[in-house]
């Protein structure tokens, strides 16, 4: 592995998991808001909690790359499933650019599960905690 290569995971993972440490510091500086949009859009607005902590734990834990393929599979599917409920079944009724731009934030969605799905796949690379040796833990014979 190249020097750069070492380099690739741990700043892939930085920059998939800065956009779910945001977007949960956002909601909790603007839960009301946050949580009205929720109910507007059919979903329960009791579930922001947990989405907070979903976007800001799964965030974190992914950044660390602690548990990173459990965390990248639920990441995955809370991108697919936020997608399609905050932004494919809204743009059916819309036109224009309005449709456009929610088409767009659904591919992105798509794109983040993608990229996910990778780090299932292929782990979280270096300079991950996952990374950390048991050998100390395992007592020598």
Known sequence: MTQYQS???PLGRLFLALIFIVAGAQKI???AGTQGYMEMMGVPGGLLP??????LGGGIALLLGWQT????????GFSLVSGFLFHYLPSLGMEGMEAQTQTIM???NISIAGGMLMIVA???G???LDNR???AAVPAE
């Open 69 to 76: 393929r459990i965390v990248a599979f639920l990441l995955a």
């Open 122 to 124: 292929l782990g979280a």
């Open 7 to 9: 380099y690739a995971a």
């Open 106 to 108: 659904f591919m992105k």
């Open 29 to 31: 500086t603007g839960y």
């Open 133 to 135: 040796s048991t050998a």
């Open 126 to 128: 270096r300079y991950a």
């Open 50 to 55: 947990l989405v907070i902590l979903t976007e």
